[in-house]
Protein backbone atom coordinates (compact mmCIF):
# COMPACT_ATOMS: atom_id res chain seq x y z
CA UNK A 1 0.00 0.00 0.00
CA UNK A 2 1.20 3.81 -0.77
CA UNK A 3 0.43 5.04 2.71
CA UNK A 4 1.75 4.13 6.04
CA UNK A 5 -0.69 1.64 7.85
CA UNK A 6 -1.49 3.17 11.50
CA UNK A 7 -2.42 0.57 14.07
CA UNK A 8 -5.36 -1.05 13.88
CA UNK A 9 -7.09 0.43 17.43
CA UNK A 10 -5.65 4.07 16.20
CA UNK A 11 -7.59 3.86 12.98
CA UNK A 12 -10.85 2.61 14.68
CA UNK A 13 -10.77 5.16 17.42
CA UNK A 14 -10.65 8.08 14.95
CA UNK A 15 -13.14 6.44 13.00
CA UNK A 16 -15.31 6.07 16.15
CA UNK A 17 -14.95 9.63 17.24
CA UNK A 18 -15.96 11.40 13.77
CA UNK A 19 -17.93 9.04 11.60
CA UNK A 20 -21.05 10.64 13.10
CA UNK A 21 -19.78 14.25 12.34
CA UNK A 22 -18.85 13.24 8.96
CA UNK A 23 -21.73 11.61 8.02
CA UNK A 24 -23.94 15.13 9.30
CA UNK A 25 -21.86 17.00 6.99
CA UNK A 26 -22.68 14.63 4.43
CA UNK A 27 -26.47 14.34 4.81
CA UNK A 28 -26.02 10.95 5.49
CA UNK A 29 -27.21 10.56 8.92
CA UNK A 30 -29.63 13.55 10.36
CA UNK A 31 -29.16 15.32 13.38
CA UNK A 32 -31.67 13.82 15.19
CA UNK A 33 -31.05 10.45 13.83
CA UNK A 34 -31.34 9.19 18.00
CA UNK A 35 -34.91 9.96 17.66
CA UNK A 36 -35.34 9.77 14.48
CA UNK A 37 -38.29 7.45 13.48
CA UNK A 38 -36.58 4.12 11.64
CA UNK A 39 -37.37 3.72 7.70
CA UNK A 40 -39.21 1.47 6.43
CA UNK A 41 -36.79 0.91 3.18
CA UNK A 42 -33.18 1.79 2.46
CA UNK A 43 -33.21 4.30 0.10
CA UNK A 44 -30.86 2.03 -2.82
CA UNK A 45 -33.91 -0.68 -2.42
CA UNK A 46 -35.93 1.79 -5.08
CA UNK A 47 -33.00 3.85 -6.32
CA UNK A 48 -31.68 4.75 -9.94
CA UNK A 49 -27.67 4.12 -10.20
CA UNK A 50 -26.19 5.79 -13.07
CA UNK A 51 -22.79 4.61 -14.15
CA UNK A 52 -20.08 6.95 -14.77
CA UNK A 53 -16.84 6.00 -16.86
CA UNK A 54 -14.84 8.86 -16.16
CA UNK A 55 -12.40 8.89 -18.56
CA UNK A 56 -15.39 9.61 -21.40
CA UNK A 57 -18.01 11.52 -19.08
CA UNK A 58 -16.67 15.24 -18.94
CA UNK A 59 -12.90 16.66 -19.39
CA UNK A 60 -12.86 19.70 -17.60
CA UNK A 61 -9.05 20.60 -18.11
CA UNK A 62 -9.14 20.24 -21.88
CA UNK A 63 -6.39 16.83 -21.90
CA UNK A 64 -8.76 15.40 -23.84
CA UNK A 65 -9.68 12.44 -20.42
CA UNK A 66 -12.81 13.26 -18.51
CA UNK A 67 -12.10 13.61 -14.72
CA UNK A 68 -13.78 13.80 -11.18
CA UNK A 69 -13.87 17.99 -11.82
CA UNK A 70 -16.10 17.03 -15.16
CA UNK A 71 -18.40 14.84 -12.85
CA UNK A 72 -18.99 17.46 -10.23
CA UNK A 73 -19.72 20.04 -13.35
CA UNK A 74 -22.17 17.97 -14.45
CA UNK A 75 -23.95 17.04 -11.38
CA UNK A 76 -26.49 19.34 -12.12
CA UNK A 77 -27.78 17.67 -15.35
CA UNK A 78 -27.52 14.49 -13.15
CA UNK A 79 -30.52 15.78 -10.64
CA UNK A 80 -32.48 17.33 -13.58
CA UNK A 81 -32.28 13.68 -15.34
CA UNK A 82 -33.35 12.32 -11.63
CA UNK A 83 -30.44 9.95 -10.46
CA UNK A 84 -29.85 8.98 -6.84
CA UNK A 85 -26.62 7.96 -6.99
CA UNK A 86 -24.00 7.40 -9.42
CA UNK A 87 -21.24 5.16 -9.40
CA UNK A 88 -17.72 6.11 -11.34
CA UNK A 89 -15.83 3.42 -12.11
CA UNK A 90 -12.19 3.15 -11.14
CA UNK A 91 -10.23 6.88 -10.94
CA UNK A 92 -7.22 5.36 -9.00
CA UNK A 93 -3.61 5.43 -9.63
CA UNK A 94 -3.01 3.14 -12.40
CA UNK A 95 -0.77 2.39 -15.24
CA UNK A 96 -4.16 2.30 -17.39
CA UNK A 97 -3.12 -1.00 -19.33
CA UNK A 98 -7.00 -2.00 -18.53
CA UNK A 99 -7.98 1.82 -18.14
CA UNK A 100 -8.02 2.25 -14.73
CA UNK A 101 -8.87 -1.74 -13.48
CA UNK A 102 -5.01 -2.25 -12.78
CA UNK A 103 -4.94 -0.22 -9.79
CA UNK A 104 -1.22 0.35 -8.20
CA UNK A 105 -2.90 2.47 -5.36
CA UNK A 106 -5.60 2.20 -3.69
CA UNK A 107 -6.47 5.32 -1.46
CA UNK A 108 -5.60 8.13 -3.75
CA UNK A 109 -6.72 9.40 -6.81
CA UNK A 110 -4.60 8.92 -10.67
CA UNK A 111 -3.30 12.89 -11.59
CA UNK A 112 -5.19 12.55 -14.91
CA UNK A 113 -8.65 12.64 -13.17
CA UNK A 114 -7.60 14.93 -10.07
CA UNK A 115 -7.00 14.84 -6.70
CA UNK A 116 -8.60 13.34 -3.53
CA UNK A 117 -9.57 17.56 -2.68
CA UNK A 118 -11.11 16.72 -5.76
CA UNK A 119 -13.10 13.88 -4.62
CA UNK A 120 -14.04 15.04 -1.76
CA UNK A 121 -15.34 18.21 -3.56
CA UNK A 122 -17.34 16.34 -5.72
CA UNK A 123 -18.97 14.17 -2.21
CA UNK A 124 -19.98 17.21 -0.97
CA UNK A 125 -21.52 19.18 -4.29
CA UNK A 126 -23.52 15.71 -4.82
CA UNK A 127 -25.02 15.43 -1.65
CA UNK A 128 -26.04 19.08 -2.39
CA UNK A 129 -28.05 17.73 -5.72
CA UNK A 130 -29.14 14.32 -3.33
CA UNK A 131 -27.64 12.50 -5.04
CA UNK A 132 -24.86 9.66 -3.58
CA UNK A 133 -21.79 8.82 -4.39
CA UNK A 134 -20.44 4.83 -4.98
CA UNK A 135 -17.14 3.86 -6.33
CA UNK A 136 -15.80 0.86 -7.74
CA UNK A 137 -13.86 -1.55 -5.67
CA UNK A 138 -11.19 -4.13 -7.56
CA UNK A 139 -10.98 -6.92 -5.04
CA UNK A 140 -9.55 -9.50 -7.57
CA UNK A 141 -6.67 -8.28 -8.48
CA UNK A 142 -4.34 -5.04 -8.25
CA UNK A 143 -2.13 -4.01 -10.96
CA UNK A 144 1.92 -5.41 -11.18
CA UNK A 145 2.95 -1.79 -10.31
CA UNK A 146 1.17 -2.07 -7.23
CA UNK A 147 3.87 -2.09 -3.94
CA UNK A 148 2.62 -5.09 -2.99
CA UNK A 149 3.11 -6.89 -6.26
CA UNK A 150 6.82 -5.14 -6.65
CA UNK A 151 7.45 -6.63 -3.08
CA UNK A 152 5.81 -10.24 -4.10
CA UNK A 153 8.15 -10.51 -6.71
CA UNK A 154 11.19 -9.63 -5.28
CA UNK A 155 11.77 -12.70 -3.11
CA UNK A 156 9.15 -16.13 -2.14
CA UNK A 157 10.01 -14.89 1.76
CA UNK A 158 9.08 -11.13 1.32
CA UNK A 159 6.58 -9.77 3.20
CA UNK A 160 3.92 -9.77 0.51
CA UNK A 161 5.02 -12.63 -1.76
CA UNK A 162 1.76 -14.48 -0.20
CA UNK A 163 -0.46 -11.78 -1.17
CA UNK A 164 -0.72 -13.69 -4.91
CA UNK A 165 -1.75 -17.16 -5.99
CA UNK A 166 2.11 -18.72 -6.93
CA UNK A 167 3.16 -21.78 -8.46
CA UNK A 168 6.28 -23.28 -9.23
CA UNK A 169 4.76 -24.92 -12.23
CA UNK A 170 5.20 -28.72 -13.13
CA UNK A 171 8.26 -30.37 -14.99
CA UNK A 172 8.11 -30.06 -19.03
CA UNK A 173 10.70 -32.50 -19.65
CA UNK A 174 13.56 -30.54 -20.41
CA UNK A 175 14.89 -29.70 -17.09
CA UNK A 176 12.30 -26.47 -17.28
CA UNK A 177 8.53 -26.16 -16.24
CA UNK A 178 5.33 -24.89 -17.68
CA UNK A 179 2.17 -23.91 -16.09
CA UNK A 180 0.84 -25.56 -13.31
CA UNK A 181 -2.41 -26.16 -15.26
CA UNK A 182 -4.81 -25.10 -18.09
CA UNK A 183 -6.39 -22.11 -16.75
CA UNK A 184 -6.80 -19.62 -19.54
CA UNK A 185 -7.29 -16.06 -18.77
CA UNK A 186 -10.15 -13.93 -20.36
CA UNK A 187 -7.97 -11.56 -21.85
CA UNK A 188 -5.96 -14.21 -23.80
CA UNK A 189 -3.22 -16.74 -23.67
CA UNK A 190 -2.61 -18.78 -20.51
CA UNK A 191 -3.65 -17.31 -17.10
CA UNK A 192 0.32 -17.91 -15.55
CA UNK A 193 3.01 -15.72 -15.87
CA UNK A 194 6.76 -16.67 -15.10
CA UNK A 195 8.66 -14.86 -12.75
CA UNK A 196 12.74 -15.68 -13.50
CA UNK A 197 13.57 -14.22 -10.29
CA UNK A 198 11.87 -16.19 -8.01
CA UNK A 199 11.57 -19.50 -10.69
CA UNK A 200 7.48 -18.97 -10.18
CA UNK A 201 4.60 -17.97 -11.92
CA UNK A 202 1.57 -16.18 -11.03
CA UNK A 203 -2.65 -16.15 -12.00
CA UNK A 204 -3.95 -13.52 -13.62
CA UNK A 205 -7.44 -14.30 -14.60
CA UNK A 206 -7.60 -10.65 -17.03
CA UNK A 207 -4.07 -9.36 -18.04
CA UNK A 208 -0.64 -10.31 -16.98
CA UNK A 209 -0.55 -6.65 -15.53
CA UNK A 210 -3.29 -7.96 -12.98
CA UNK A 211 -2.22 -10.62 -10.82
CA UNK A 212 -4.77 -12.28 -8.79
CA UNK A 213 -4.62 -10.98 -5.23
CA UNK A 214 -4.96 -14.22 -2.86
CA UNK A 215 -8.04 -13.90 -0.53
CA UNK A 216 -6.80 -17.27 1.41
CA UNK A 217 -4.23 -14.90 3.27
CA UNK A 218 -6.16 -13.44 6.04
CA UNK A 219 -3.56 -10.20 5.28
CA UNK A 220 -5.53 -9.35 2.10
CA UNK A 221 -8.93 -9.20 3.56
CA UNK A 222 -7.45 -7.04 6.15
CA UNK A 223 -5.75 -4.64 3.98
CA UNK A 224 -8.84 -4.38 1.37
CA UNK A 225 -11.32 -3.77 4.45
CA UNK A 226 -8.77 -1.25 5.47
CA UNK A 227 -9.31 0.72 2.19
CA UNK A 228 -13.12 0.10 2.10
CA UNK A 229 -13.07 1.80 5.09
CA UNK A 230 -10.53 4.97 4.12
CA UNK A 231 -13.49 5.15 1.50
CA UNK A 232 -16.22 5.02 3.67
CA UNK A 233 -14.97 7.26 6.12
CA UNK A 234 -14.21 10.34 2.99
CA UNK A 235 -18.37 9.51 2.75
CA UNK A 236 -19.19 7.51 -0.36
CA UNK A 237 -22.44 5.60 0.05
CA UNK A 238 -21.02 2.63 -1.32
CA UNK A 239 -19.44 0.24 -3.63
CA UNK A 240 -19.86 -1.67 -6.80
CA UNK A 241 -17.54 -4.45 -6.39
CA UNK A 242 -15.75 -5.63 -9.43
CA UNK A 243 -15.41 -9.33 -10.72
CA UNK A 244 -17.00 -10.26 -7.11
CA UNK A 245 -17.38 -14.00 -8.03
CA UNK A 246 -14.02 -14.65 -8.53
CA UNK A 247 -12.47 -13.63 -5.41
CA UNK A 248 -11.39 -17.72 -4.58
CA UNK A 249 -9.83 -19.95 -7.00
CA UNK A 250 -8.92 -23.81 -6.46
CA UNK A 251 -6.50 -24.21 -3.93
CA UNK A 252 -5.37 -27.38 -5.30
CA UNK A 253 -5.19 -25.65 -8.50
CA UNK A 254 -6.42 -28.31 -10.79
CA UNK A 255 -7.29 -28.39 -14.49
CA UNK A 256 -10.44 -26.76 -15.74
CA UNK A 257 -12.38 -29.25 -17.48
CA UNK A 258 -12.55 -28.54 -21.28
CA UNK A 259 -15.47 -27.18 -22.66
CA UNK A 260 -14.61 -27.80 -26.56
CA UNK A 261 -14.84 -24.99 -29.06
CA UNK A 262 -12.39 -21.42 -28.84
CA UNK A 263 -12.64 -18.30 -27.23
CA UNK A 264 -12.53 -15.23 -28.65
CA UNK A 265 -9.02 -14.37 -27.67
CA UNK A 266 -8.48 -17.95 -29.40
CA UNK A 267 -7.52 -20.18 -26.18
CA UNK A 268 -9.39 -23.40 -26.31
CA UNK A 269 -12.61 -23.16 -24.23
CA UNK A 270 -12.17 -24.37 -20.70
CA UNK A 271 -14.45 -24.32 -17.43
CA UNK A 272 -14.17 -21.61 -15.10
CA UNK A 273 -15.59 -24.02 -12.36
CA UNK A 274 -11.83 -24.18 -10.59
CA UNK A 275 -11.63 -20.05 -10.97
CA UNK A 276 -15.01 -18.73 -10.26
CA UNK A 277 -18.15 -18.95 -7.54
CA UNK A 278 -16.31 -21.15 -5.29
CA UNK A 279 -18.25 -21.22 -2.23
CA UNK A 280 -15.79 -19.76 0.00
CA UNK A 281 -16.39 -16.03 -1.31
CA UNK A 282 -20.02 -16.02 0.09
CA UNK A 283 -18.60 -16.32 4.10
CA UNK A 284 -16.14 -13.36 2.90
CA UNK A 285 -18.97 -11.50 1.71
CA UNK A 286 -21.04 -11.93 5.07
CA UNK A 287 -18.02 -9.89 7.16
CA UNK A 288 -17.99 -7.51 4.27
CA UNK A 289 -21.75 -6.35 4.77
CA UNK A 290 -21.33 -6.84 8.43
CA UNK A 291 -19.04 -4.16 8.23
CA UNK A 292 -20.48 -1.83 5.83
CA UNK A 293 -23.63 -2.65 7.50
CA UNK A 294 -21.95 -0.61 10.33
CA UNK A 295 -21.48 2.56 8.87
CA UNK A 296 -24.53 5.18 9.03
CA UNK A 297 -27.10 6.12 5.99
CA UNK A 298 -27.17 2.62 4.50
CA UNK A 299 -24.18 2.17 2.71
CA UNK A 300 -24.67 -0.20 -0.16
CA UNK A 301 -22.78 -3.33 -1.91
CA UNK A 302 -23.91 -3.61 -5.73
CA UNK A 303 -21.87 -6.90 -7.06
CA UNK A 304 -20.40 -7.44 -10.88
CA UNK A 305 -22.51 -10.96 -10.83
CA UNK A 306 -22.49 -12.85 -14.20
CA UNK A 307 -24.44 -15.66 -13.68
CA UNK A 308 -26.32 -17.54 -16.07
CA UNK A 309 -29.46 -17.59 -14.72
CA UNK A 310 -31.43 -15.06 -12.45
CA UNK A 311 -32.27 -18.29 -9.85
CA UNK A 312 -27.91 -18.18 -9.71
CA UNK A 313 -28.59 -14.68 -8.02
CA UNK A 314 -29.92 -15.66 -4.64
CA UNK A 315 -27.19 -16.96 -3.19
CA UNK A 316 -25.07 -13.41 -3.67
CA UNK A 317 -27.79 -11.69 -1.67
CA UNK A 318 -27.66 -14.20 1.31
CA UNK A 319 -30.36 -16.11 0.47
CA UNK A 320 -32.93 -16.04 2.92
CA UNK A 321 -30.81 -14.61 5.40
CA UNK A 322 -30.20 -11.27 2.93
CA UNK A 323 -26.87 -11.06 4.48
CA UNK A 324 -24.09 -10.70 1.41
CA UNK A 325 -24.57 -7.99 -1.45
CA UNK A 326 -27.31 -5.64 -1.21
CA UNK A 327 -28.03 -5.21 -4.63
CA UNK A 328 -26.25 -7.79 -7.17
CA UNK A 329 -26.16 -6.98 -10.68
CA UNK A 330 -29.12 -9.21 -13.00
CA UNK A 331 -26.76 -9.66 -15.39
CA UNK A 332 -29.70 -12.54 -17.17
CA UNK A 333 -31.42 -9.36 -17.37
CA UNK A 334 -29.15 -7.12 -19.10
CA UNK A 335 -28.01 -9.52 -21.63
CA UNK A 336 -30.83 -10.19 -23.33
CA UNK A 337 -30.55 -11.30 -26.76
CA UNK A 338 -33.86 -9.98 -28.40
CA UNK A 339 -37.22 -7.86 -28.04
CA UNK A 340 -39.60 -10.01 -27.13
CA UNK A 341 -42.78 -10.00 -24.75
CA UNK A 342 -42.31 -13.57 -24.04
CA UNK A 343 -38.44 -13.18 -23.03
CA UNK A 344 -38.69 -9.91 -20.60
CA UNK A 345 -42.10 -11.66 -19.34
CA UNK A 346 -40.24 -14.75 -18.22
CA UNK A 347 -37.10 -12.40 -16.96
CA UNK A 348 -38.97 -9.88 -14.70
CA UNK A 349 -41.04 -13.26 -13.41
CA UNK A 350 -37.82 -14.94 -12.39
CA UNK A 351 -36.86 -11.44 -10.67
CA UNK A 352 -40.00 -11.38 -8.89
CA UNK A 353 -40.24 -15.25 -7.99
CA UNK A 354 -36.75 -16.47 -7.63
CA UNK A 355 -34.54 -14.12 -5.33
CA UNK A 356 -36.21 -15.24 -1.83
CA UNK A 357 -37.83 -12.11 -2.09
CA UNK A 358 -34.87 -9.51 -2.45
CA UNK A 359 -35.02 -6.52 -4.70
CA UNK A 360 -33.61 -7.06 -7.88
CA UNK A 361 -30.93 -4.95 -9.65
CA UNK A 362 -31.99 -4.56 -13.63
CA UNK A 363 -29.58 -3.12 -15.84
CA UNK A 364 -29.11 -3.06 -19.66
CA UNK A 365 -26.16 -1.46 -20.41
CA UNK A 366 -22.58 -1.01 -19.10
CA UNK A 367 -19.06 0.07 -20.03
CA UNK A 368 -18.20 -3.55 -21.37
CA UNK A 369 -21.28 -4.76 -23.46
CA UNK A 370 -22.52 -3.27 -27.16
CA UNK A 371 -25.25 -0.42 -26.41
CA UNK A 372 -28.59 -1.94 -26.14
CA UNK A 373 -30.02 0.91 -28.71
CA UNK A 374 -27.65 -1.54 -31.09
CA UNK A 375 -28.50 -5.07 -29.42
CA UNK A 376 -32.37 -4.09 -29.83
CA UNK A 377 -32.63 -1.45 -32.37
CA UNK A 378 -34.15 -1.92 -35.88
CA UNK A 379 -32.27 0.67 -37.57
CA UNK A 380 -35.90 2.46 -38.26
CA UNK A 381 -37.73 2.77 -34.72
CA UNK A 382 -34.65 2.91 -32.60
CA UNK A 383 -35.91 5.99 -30.47
CA UNK A 384 -39.05 3.91 -30.26
CA UNK A 385 -37.38 0.84 -29.01
CA UNK A 386 -35.23 2.55 -26.29
CA UNK A 387 -38.18 4.14 -25.16
CA UNK A 388 -39.85 0.85 -24.72
CA UNK A 389 -37.11 -0.98 -23.42
CA UNK A 390 -36.57 2.46 -20.69
CA UNK A 391 -40.15 1.67 -19.83
CA UNK A 392 -39.63 -2.18 -18.43
CA UNK A 393 -36.51 -1.05 -16.97
CA UNK A 394 -37.84 1.71 -14.99
CA UNK A 395 -41.38 0.69 -14.61
CA UNK A 396 -40.42 -2.84 -12.86
CA UNK A 397 -39.99 -3.48 -9.28
CA UNK A 398 -36.06 -2.96 -8.87
CA UNK A 399 -33.43 -1.08 -8.22
CA UNK A 400 -32.30 0.00 -11.54
CA UNK A 401 -29.07 0.82 -12.66
CA UNK A 402 -28.38 3.56 -16.06
CA UNK A 403 -25.25 3.40 -17.77
CA UNK A 404 -24.20 7.34 -19.05
CA UNK A 405 -25.17 7.74 -22.36
CA UNK A 406 -27.81 5.46 -22.15
CA UNK A 407 -30.48 8.24 -21.54
CA UNK A 408 -30.09 10.05 -24.98
CA UNK A 409 -30.33 7.18 -27.10
CA UNK A 410 -26.57 6.69 -27.54
CA UNK A 411 -24.95 4.50 -30.03
CA UNK A 412 -22.12 2.14 -30.21
CA UNK A 413 -19.10 2.88 -32.18
CA UNK A 414 -17.11 -0.15 -32.68
CA UNK A 415 -13.66 0.34 -34.21
CA UNK A 416 -13.54 -0.46 -38.27
CA UNK A 417 -9.50 -0.89 -38.20
CA UNK A 418 -7.37 -2.49 -35.89
CA UNK A 419 -5.27 0.83 -35.66
CA UNK A 420 -7.91 2.62 -33.76
CA UNK A 421 -8.78 0.36 -31.28
CA UNK A 422 -7.81 1.25 -27.77
CA UNK A 423 -8.82 -1.66 -25.59
CA UNK A 424 -5.89 -4.31 -25.23
CA UNK A 425 -8.94 -6.61 -25.52
CA UNK A 426 -9.41 -5.87 -28.95
CA UNK A 427 -5.61 -5.32 -29.95
CA UNK A 428 -5.38 -9.03 -28.59
CA UNK A 429 -8.55 -10.69 -30.07
CA UNK A 430 -8.88 -8.67 -33.78
CA UNK A 431 -10.61 -8.80 -35.74
CA UNK A 432 -12.90 -11.60 -33.79
CA UNK A 433 -12.64 -9.57 -30.45
CA UNK A 434 -13.22 -5.91 -32.01
CA UNK A 435 -12.22 -4.73 -27.58
CA UNK A 436 -14.94 -2.40 -25.66
CA UNK A 437 -14.13 1.14 -27.42
CA UNK A 438 -17.31 1.38 -29.40
CA UNK A 439 -19.62 1.57 -25.90
CA UNK A 440 -17.17 3.62 -24.00
CA UNK A 441 -16.87 6.66 -26.34
CA UNK A 442 -17.42 10.22 -24.95
CA UNK A 443 -20.68 11.41 -23.39
CA UNK A 444 -22.08 13.23 -25.99
CA UNK A 445 -23.39 16.63 -24.41
CA UNK A 446 -24.38 19.37 -27.18
CA UNK A 447 -23.57 19.51 -30.95
CA UNK A 448 -20.32 21.69 -30.56
CA UNK A 449 -16.92 20.51 -31.41
CA UNK A 450 -16.24 17.10 -29.54
CA UNK A 451 -19.84 16.94 -28.11
CA UNK A 452 -18.87 19.52 -25.86
CA UNK A 453 -16.52 16.19 -23.94
CA UNK A 454 -13.47 18.68 -24.19
CA UNK A 455 -11.87 21.53 -25.68
CA UNK A 456 -9.03 19.60 -27.32
CA UNK A 457 -9.27 18.38 -30.53
CA UNK A 458 -7.71 15.11 -29.55
CA UNK A 459 -10.69 13.41 -27.10
CA UNK A 460 -8.78 9.86 -25.93
CA UNK A 461 -11.55 8.15 -28.10
CA UNK A 462 -13.14 9.95 -31.13
CA UNK A 463 -16.39 11.18 -30.77
CA UNK A 464 -19.63 9.05 -32.07
CA UNK A 465 -20.66 10.78 -35.01
CA UNK A 466 -24.50 11.72 -35.02
CA UNK A 467 -23.77 13.58 -32.26
CA UNK A 468 -25.06 16.49 -33.81
CA UNK A 469 -28.39 15.53 -33.11
CA UNK A 470 -27.94 12.46 -30.75
CA UNK A 471 -27.03 15.20 -27.20
CA UNK A 472 -28.35 16.03 -23.78
CA UNK A 473 -28.79 19.80 -24.98
CA UNK A 474 -31.00 19.21 -28.35
CA UNK A 475 -32.64 16.18 -26.67
CA UNK A 476 -33.47 18.50 -23.70
CA UNK A 477 -35.33 21.02 -25.48
CA UNK A 478 -37.46 18.27 -27.80
CA UNK A 479 -40.17 17.27 -25.65
CA UNK A 480 -40.19 13.49 -26.87
CA UNK A 481 -36.95 12.93 -26.87
CA UNK A 482 -35.66 9.58 -25.56
CA UNK A 483 -34.21 11.66 -22.95
CA UNK A 484 -37.26 13.33 -21.85
CA UNK A 485 -38.77 10.16 -21.52
CA UNK A 486 -36.56 9.46 -19.44
CA UNK A 487 -36.81 11.85 -17.12
CA UNK A 488 -40.94 11.52 -17.41
CA UNK A 489 -40.25 7.95 -16.11
CA UNK A 490 -37.69 8.55 -13.73
CA UNK A 491 -40.16 11.61 -11.99
CA UNK A 492 -43.16 9.38 -12.23
CA UNK A 493 -41.42 6.27 -10.67
CA UNK A 494 -40.24 8.41 -7.44
CA UNK A 495 -43.56 10.36 -7.00
CA UNK A 496 -45.89 7.10 -7.67
CA UNK A 497 -45.94 5.01 -4.47
CA UNK A 498 -47.24 1.75 -6.83
CA UNK A 499 -44.37 2.44 -9.06
CA UNK A 500 -41.98 3.24 -6.30
CA UNK A 501 -42.51 0.10 -4.04
CA UNK A 502 -46.23 -1.80 -5.56
CA UNK A 503 -45.78 -5.45 -6.26
CA UNK A 504 -45.75 -6.96 -9.84
CA UNK A 505 -48.04 -8.82 -11.32
CA UNK A 506 -48.30 -9.75 -15.00
CA UNK A 507 -51.19 -9.73 -17.45
CA UNK A 508 -52.40 -11.29 -20.91
CA UNK A 509 -49.26 -13.48 -20.16
CA UNK A 510 -49.52 -15.13 -23.69
CA UNK A 511 -49.31 -12.61 -25.68
CA UNK A 512 -46.30 -13.17 -28.12
CA UNK A 513 -45.86 -9.49 -28.86
CA UNK A 514 -47.19 -6.98 -25.89
CA UNK A 515 -46.21 -6.91 -22.35
CA UNK A 516 -48.43 -5.90 -19.97
CA UNK A 517 -48.27 -5.63 -15.83
CA UNK A 518 -49.62 -3.94 -13.10
CA UNK A 519 -48.11 -2.33 -10.13
CA UNK A 520 -49.89 -2.73 -7.33
CA UNK A 521 -49.84 -1.15 -3.67
CA UNK A 522 -51.36 -2.72 -0.50
CA UNK A 523 -53.99 -0.65 -0.21
CA UNK A 524 -54.74 -1.68 -3.78
CA UNK A 525 -54.69 1.06 -5.77
CA UNK A 526 -52.07 1.07 -9.09
CA UNK A 527 -50.56 1.45 -12.10
CA UNK A 528 -50.83 -0.68 -15.69
CA UNK A 529 -47.70 -0.93 -18.13
CA UNK A 530 -48.09 -2.03 -21.52
CA UNK A 531 -45.46 -2.21 -24.45
CA UNK A 532 -45.36 -3.28 -27.27
CA UNK A 533 -42.37 -5.38 -28.53
CA UNK A 534 -42.86 -5.89 -32.48
CA UNK A 535 -42.96 -3.46 -35.58
CA UNK A 536 -46.97 -4.26 -36.13
CA UNK A 537 -49.40 -1.91 -34.48
CA UNK A 538 -51.02 -4.13 -31.50
CA UNK A 539 -54.75 -3.74 -29.87
CA UNK A 540 -55.48 -5.14 -26.43
CA UNK A 541 -57.91 -4.93 -23.62
CA UNK A 542 -56.10 -3.66 -20.08
CA UNK A 543 -57.88 -4.58 -16.58
CA UNK A 544 -56.77 -4.03 -13.10
CA UNK A 545 -59.05 -6.89 -11.81
CA UNK A 546 -56.78 -9.56 -12.59
CA UNK A 547 -54.23 -8.03 -10.22
CA UNK A 548 -56.44 -6.89 -7.00
CA UNK A 549 -57.45 -3.43 -8.87
CA UNK A 550 -60.56 -1.98 -7.40
CA UNK A 551 -60.67 0.75 -9.89
CA UNK A 552 -62.23 0.54 -13.62
CA UNK A 553 -60.94 4.32 -15.30
CA UNK A 554 -57.87 4.55 -17.11
CA UNK A 555 -55.95 7.62 -16.94
CA UNK A 556 -52.77 8.06 -19.68
CA UNK A 557 -50.11 8.91 -17.42
CA UNK A 558 -47.34 8.59 -20.22
CA UNK A 559 -47.35 7.10 -23.74
CA UNK A 560 -45.14 6.87 -26.53
CA UNK A 561 -44.84 7.77 -30.18
CA UNK A 562 -48.21 9.06 -29.45
CA UNK A 563 -51.06 9.89 -27.57
CA UNK A 564 -52.35 6.66 -26.41
CA UNK A 565 -56.48 7.00 -25.32
CA UNK A 566 -57.90 4.30 -23.63
CA UNK A 567 -61.44 3.21 -25.48
CA UNK A 568 -64.49 2.11 -23.53
CA UNK A 569 -63.93 -1.93 -22.02
CA UNK A 570 -60.38 -0.99 -21.57
CA UNK A 571 -59.30 -1.55 -25.30
CA UNK A 572 -56.04 0.07 -26.30
CA UNK A 573 -54.24 0.27 -29.75
CA UNK A 574 -50.51 0.41 -29.26
CA UNK A 575 -48.76 1.68 -32.19
CA UNK A 576 -45.35 -0.49 -33.37
CA UNK A 577 -43.04 0.02 -30.29
CA UNK A 578 -45.51 1.89 -28.25
CA UNK A 579 -45.57 2.30 -24.39
CA UNK A 580 -48.18 3.37 -22.36
CA UNK A 581 -48.52 3.82 -18.61
CA UNK A 582 -51.72 4.16 -16.82
CA UNK A 583 -53.45 5.15 -13.59
CA UNK A 584 -56.34 3.09 -12.50
CA UNK A 585 -59.16 5.03 -10.85
Request: net charge neutral.
Amino acid sequence: MAHAMKPAGFQQTIRRAWLPVLAVALGLLPLTAAAAAPQPDPWWKYAVFYEIYPRSFQDSNGDGVGDLNGITRRLDYLESLGVDAIWITPFFPSPQVDFGYDISDYVAVDPQYGTLADFDRLVAEAQKHQIRVLVDMVLNHTSDQHPWFIDATRSRHSAAHDFYIWSNGLPDGSGKHRPPNNWTSLFGGSAWEYVPGIDQYYYHRFYRQQPDLNWRNPRVEHAMFEVMRFWLDRGVAGFRLDSVTSLYKDPQLRSAPPLGGRTSQGNAAVSDARTNNLPEVHALLRRMRSMVDHYPGNRVLLGETYVSSTAQLSPWYGGARHDELHLPMDTAFAFATRLDAREFRRRLTEAGTQLQGSQPLLLLDNHDRTRSWDRFGDGVHNADIAKVLATVLLTARSAVLLYQGEEIGQATATPVRVEDVRDPIGITGWPREKGRDGERTPMQWDNSPQAGFTVSTHPWLPVTPGYEKVNAQSERRDFDSVLNWHRKLIALRRNDPALRGGRLVLLDADNPRVLTYARVTPEGSGVLVSVNMSAQSQTITVSGNSAGLAGTRFRTLLSSPIDIDVAAGGRITLPAFGAWVGAVE
